[in-house]
Every structure is written in structure tokens, then in C-alpha cells.
């Protein structure tokens, strides 16, 4: 009985193994070509066989190279980035990391920051489901399970002789800082110095 029952836990534990072998993923390829001023992206399968082509006509860029649930693109009839999973449908606006050049965020930790129309900060996982709800005035990207906010912030420019419109950069200076998990939920909040919260946090050296 006691070997039965030894056997029939081994089946059951492969089948588990087996099963979430299957919920993985795929992952796909996304092809770039060009056809006269006009760039052509197609996202293709393990097995070769394009899934997905983007219309010139409606988007200007992809900026993935492989995808998994959705990719990040640059509508033509949208401001900014957005993603958009493999039937087309618009999940959320990318929130952009650099001021004043195409950068869209991408996945860290299994979180990507996103923006709302009035340009608050939240989170989407990555599946391309939206877990924490646009909220923050700033917030980094997440390392492990941390991801460090800011609240009334201010835009200082690094060089202050340049003036030209979409030349200048930024930094962003912050009055209170804090940390969130990844439910969203704010773990700490202060006077603390981006610096401070980042040696806490054990944040990788910038």
C-alpha cells in the first residue's frame, strides 16, 4: 500500500512539473524590415509563423526585439508609447524614462512603470495586467520588491544655456521620498534623500 501510494505521488508531482512547464509563456520574435520610409514589423512564433503584423499605416515604431504578452509600440494616432497585446488592443501608456528622447520603460522585476492621462505613475505586471493603479508623481523602476516614489518634484535642467525646445534634460529633484512593495502599497514616506532610500533599498549603483 505504503509503495502504491509512494507511486502515485510521483505521477502526481510530474503532472504538476508538467503542467506548469505548459503555463509558461512563449516567447516570439519580432522581424523589422523597412519599405521605402516606412518600417514593417511582424511578430513571429517558435515555430516560424507570423502571428502578428503591424500595419505602417498605424504605427510608427516597435521597440521590442522579443515579446511575450505584449509589446510597446508608437501609435501614430496616440501620444507616446503604448502597449498593445497580439489582437491589437490597447493595454496602457509606457511611461517614458528620459526626458526629451524616445525611451520607453521596459519590464524589471516583472513590473513596468505606466502613465495615466495626467501623467501619474503606476505599474503593470508581465502578463499586461495593470496591478498598480497610475498614482505617483514619480517612481523609479522596481528592483526586487521595492520601488522608491516621490512626491512634489521638480524638473532642474542640466544645462541651463540651452533653452531650444525638446534639447534640454532633466533631473528630477523630489521634496519627500518613499518606497512601495509590488501591490502598491507605500512602505515609507519622507524627508528622505533619493540617495538615502537608495542605499536602504540596496538599489544596484547608478
Same mark, same amino acid.
Given at each position: ?11 502526481? +508531482?510530474?503532472? =504538476?512539473?508538467?503542467?506548469? *512547464?505548459?503555463?509558461?509563456? *512563449?516567447? /516570439?520574435?519580432?522581424? !523589422?524590415?523597412? !519599405? ?13 509563423? +507570423? ?11 516597435? /521597440? ?14 496616440? #501620444? ?16 517614458? +524614462?528620459? @526626458?526629451?528622447?524616445? =525611451? ?21 505586471? @508581465? ?9 505617483? @508623481?514619480?517612481? +523609479? ?10 512626491? =512634489? ?8 544655456? &540651452? ?5 534640454? &534634460? ?11 512593495? #509590488? ?7 519622507? %524627508?528622505?534623500? %533619493?540617495? @538615502? ?7 544596484? *549603483?547608478?
Amino acid at each position: 500500500m505504503r509503495e502504491l501510494l509512494l507511486i502515485a505521488i510521483g505521477i502526481t +508531482t510530474l503532472l =504538476s512539473c508538467s503542467d506548469k *512547464e505548459s503555463l509558461k509563456s *512563449e516567447k /516570439f520574435v519580432v522581424h !523589422s524590415s523597412t !519599405s521605402g520610409n516606412s518600417y514593417l514589423y511582424s511578430i513571429v512564433n517558435s515555430k516560424n509563423d +507570423t502571428i502578428l503584423k503591424l500595419d505602417p499605416e498605424k504605427y510608427w515604431v516597435c /521597440f521590442d526585439d522579443t515579446v511575450e504578452n505584449f509589446l510597446v509600440v508608437a501609435p501614430k494616432d496616440k #501620444k507616446g508609447w503604448w502597449a498593445i497585446d497580439f489582437k491589437e488592443n490597447f493595454l496602457f501608456q509606457v511611461y517614458n +524614462t528620459s @526626458e526629451g528622447e524616445p =525611451s520607453p520603460d521596459e519590464l524589471n522585476f516583472n513590473r513596468i512603470r505606466i502613465v495615466d492621462e495626467a501623467g501619474k505613475i503606476g505599474f503593470a505586471d @508581465e502578463t499586461g495586467k495593470v496591478v498598480i493603479t497610475p498614482a505617483f @508623481e514619480q517612481a +523609479t523602476a522596481f528592483n526586487k520588491d521595492y520601488a522608491i516614489i516621490g512626491e =512634489s518634484c521638480r524638473k532642474i535642467p542640466w544645462d541651463t544655456t &540651452h533653452t531650444e525646445a525638446g534639447c534640454n &534634460h532633466y533631473s528630477i529633484e523630489c521634496a519627500r521620498n518613499g518606497y512601495i512593495d #509590488k501591490a502598491g502599497n507605500v512602505m515609507d514616506v519622507g %524627508l528622505y534623500t %533619493l540617495e @538615502e532610500l537608495w542605499d536602504k533599498l540596496d538599489f544596484p *549603483e547608478r
